[in-house]
Each structure stands twice: as C-alpha cells, then as structure tokens.
C-alpha cells in the first residue's frame, strides 16, 4: 500500500481483494444470481472504529466490484440486512414508475456521464435487482434454518456468521468472508469494531476464561464443515481458514490492554 501502516483506510488506488477477483470474473461470466457475487459478514475487518483495513475493496477495478458488507450482525437479536424488500408501503407497479422515471431524467446526460456516474448507474441497476427479486432476502434469512441446526453451528457471533456464510454459497454467491473477532458472551460489538486474535494479554483461554477464543471457533468451523458436506457443497465449495500471523512460542508477562496490570500472553511473531 502506499503507506506501511494499518492505520490507513482504503483508496481507488489500492489493488482488488481475493474476493472482488472472483466477483470481477463471475460477472464476466454474466453471473446472474439474485445474492451479490461477494459478501462480507458482518463488517469489515479494521484496526480500530477509524480505519479500515485496506485490501478488501474493488480498488481499481472500480468500486462497482466492492463487496456487499451486511453491516449487521446475524448473532444479534434483532438482525436485519437493510434495504432488501420493498417497504410494504411501495407496490412494485410504483417501484417500476419510478425506475422508468429515473431512467428518462439520466438518458440526456448520459454523453457527458463520467466513470462515476457510470458506476452509480451499476449500484441503481443492482439495488433494484435484489429489491424485484426478493430470493436475496431470503438468502440472508436466518430463520428458514432448523433451530437445531443453529443450535449446532453455535448461538454466538462465530456460529451465526458461519451459518450465514453456508447459505450466501448455496444461494450462489462466489466468494464470502466470514470475520471473527473475541466472542466474549453477550458481547453485541458496534458497527466497524475491532476484529482480530491480538490480544498480547491472555492470548490463550488457559490463561484467563473470560476470554476464551477457540471453542466458539472449533464449534462453528466443525459445523460449517459438515454441514457443506451434508448437502454436496464440499464439492464446488473452497473453505479457506486463516489467522493474522505466528505468535511467540514463550509466554511473556505484558500489560493487559483492556485490565492495565501485568498478564500472561504471547508476543507477535511474523516470521
């Protein structure tokens, strides 16, 4: 990137991310599917609520090819992906009206449009396709799955997201990331939380239970994984499972982030 930090946000600049790849090249093949070609869930992966980790974007292929984040988080009560049904209160007939009425204003500028105008044409096209279609609303419904079957996925944000991620690929999308930060119990985090296993204090559940990582992660991986199996997906389905980096084989005493006293834990190891 053009800066060597963590601390920067995305630019137009930046190359495209595995997964914008992928669904550049499904819509090559005129992917049609009524699930957007690329998923995030719930949100971004970022260093802090300021910056978000570049690399996950269209970068230059254009912002048409930016994931679609789901901006809520499908463990929460009261989840809810935005803006994918009608508002009972607007029938299609008057839906379609104003479609054509937009159309009729752009169709004059369309000479002069610029690459921007161009991409917000894209985003109007395919805002309007998942509204008329309705199947990817359906896609992010959580509950058409068996309770039991979320019951095994595991009733935490790991879990939920995993399950969520399953049904994104049996729906048709190409590619999905899942992302997992610290699953404390009751834990709802805010839009753009923090999202990784850097916790130099308490770094391993042996060290302190309130923080506890890799049963919430065990549970919902072995679940993702079965269930793939279970339905044929394994077949057509990549499930790649990645961490940030190595972490020192000695533990060492640090200052808890979060407690301010001296802990157990282990130290970054990139090598």
């Excluded at 935490?156 to 930060?181: D, K, N, P």
């Excluded at 850097?198 to 919902?220: K, L, M």
Aim: charged content about 20%; hydrophobic content about 35%.
């Amino acid at each position: 990137y053009r800066v060597d930090s963590t601390l920067i946000n995305p630019s137009p600049t930046d190359y495209p991310c595995l997964g914008t790849l992928v669904g550049w090249l499904a819509q090559q093949d005129n992917y049609t599917g009524d699930v957007p070609p690329y998923v995030i869930t719930p949100f971004p992966h970022c260093d802090s609520k300021v910056y978000i980790t570049p690399g996950q974007y269209g970068g230059f292929l254009g912002a048409r090819f930016d994931p679609f984040v789901l901006d809520d988080d499908p463990a929460a009560a009261a989840f809810k992906v935005r803006n994918l049904a009608l508002d009972s209160s607007l029938p299609a007939e008057r839906l379609q009206q104003r479609l054509g009425l937009l159309q009729n204003i752009s169709a004059p500028s369309r000479s002069i449009a610029s690459a921007s105008t161009a991409e917000m044409d894209v985003f109007s096209q395919q805002a309007a396709a998942l509204l008329q279609g309705g199947k990817a609303a359906e896609a992010f419904d959580l509950s058409r799955e068996p309770q039991a079957l979320r019951n095994r996925y595991g009733n935490h944000a790991y879990g939920q997201r995993a399950i969520m991620a399953r049904r994104l690929v049996e729906a048709g999308a190409s590619f999905v990331t899942v992302v997992m930060e610290n699953p404390t119990p009751g834990k709802q985090l805010p839009s753009y939380g923090t999202y990784n296993w850097d916790s130099h204090a308490v770094n391993c559940h042996i060290f302190d239970d309130s923080r506890w990582r890799f049963p919430f992660y065990d549970q919902a991986v072995t679940a993702l994984v079965e269930d793939l199996y279970a339905r044929g997906l394994d077949e057509k389905t990549l499930l790649i499972v990645t961490g940030e980096f190595g972490r020192t084989p000695r533990v060492s005493t640090v200052v808890g982030s979060q407690t301010g006293v001296m802990q157990p834990g282990r130290d970054h190891w990139p090598g």
